[in-house]
């Protein structure tokens, strides 16, 4: 998972880069969703309230020391998703949302992306997902947010929205290994699943048809399809 100290070093003069930097490796794959309050389906739907509390009114030394409780909620989040207590970091990362100063954006990315490695830990990939996406929204160069949401995205065989955050992963990390595997791996795996799909539905059209043509004596065996230059298929009708 993502350290929520590196998002720190970038605001704080306190903390330093090389520590922060260190914790942030430490945690590349786990994190926990974010639970969204429930919205009635009798009322419009509204813009989500954004992550975090409202700082903008706050003082500075109010703001770093909110910003300390959060990072060690942050830690113990981190050291019960190194235990295998997923749940129980998912719901540490939510209550460093859930407190975390507004303002700091990068911060809040970490914690929704450490949240949903910790969501992805125990099968919640959907919550994972929406995570994953307000990671991206505050940091839009997240490359482990965009890594862990495609890797979601492929669980969900999702594959072509898979395909386009390897893409991105790709465009701000040209070395990503992961990324460059998946960019030659997925149009593949895509093109296998839209033939599998087209002959599925050829099978039920010709089923449909024979039931149509049953009357007549004919069946779709009288009709042959010929592929043509449009993608589509021409008809011919055999006797």
Known sequence: MDSFTEAESS??????????????DSYESGE????????????????????????????????????????????????????GL????????????QLCPRSMAKDLAILH?????ALLKVALVDEAIKDCDKAVKLDPKYVRALAR???AYETK???????????????????????RAAVHRLPGEINERNEKLKS?????????????LRPFNLSTNNFKLTPNEAG???VQFEK
Do not use: C
């Not at 605001?11 to 942030?24: C, I, L, S, V």
């Not at 992306?113 to 490695?117: H, K, S, T, V, W």
């Not at 599925?200 to 149509?212: F, V």
């Open 149 to 151: 949401r495609a890797g």
């Open 86 to 97: 997923w749940e129980d970091a998912a719901a540490g990362y939510g209550r460093g949302l």
């Open 200 to 212: 599925e539905m050829i099978d039920k059209l010709k089923g449909l048809g024979d039931m149509i």
């Open 157 to 179: 065989e999702k594959l072509d929205e898979a395909l386009e955050d390897w893409k991105q992963v790709l465009e701000i990390d040209p070395d990503h290994r992961e990324a």
């Open 113 to 117: 992306a450490n949240r949903a490695a």
């Open 32 to 83: 926990e969703g974010e639970g969204a309050a429930g919205v009635s389906e009798e009322e419009a739907p509204k813009e989500e309230e954004p992550s975090g509390q409202d700082d903008s009114e706050w003082s500075q030394q109010h703001r770093e020391e909110v910003h300390l409780e959060v990072l060690q909620i942050k830690e113990e989040a981190n050291k019960q998703f190194k235990e």
């Open 232 to 234: 589509g298929y021409s």
């Open 11 to 24: 605001r704080k003069a306190g903390m330093g880069e090389e520590e922060t930097k260190k914790e942030e």
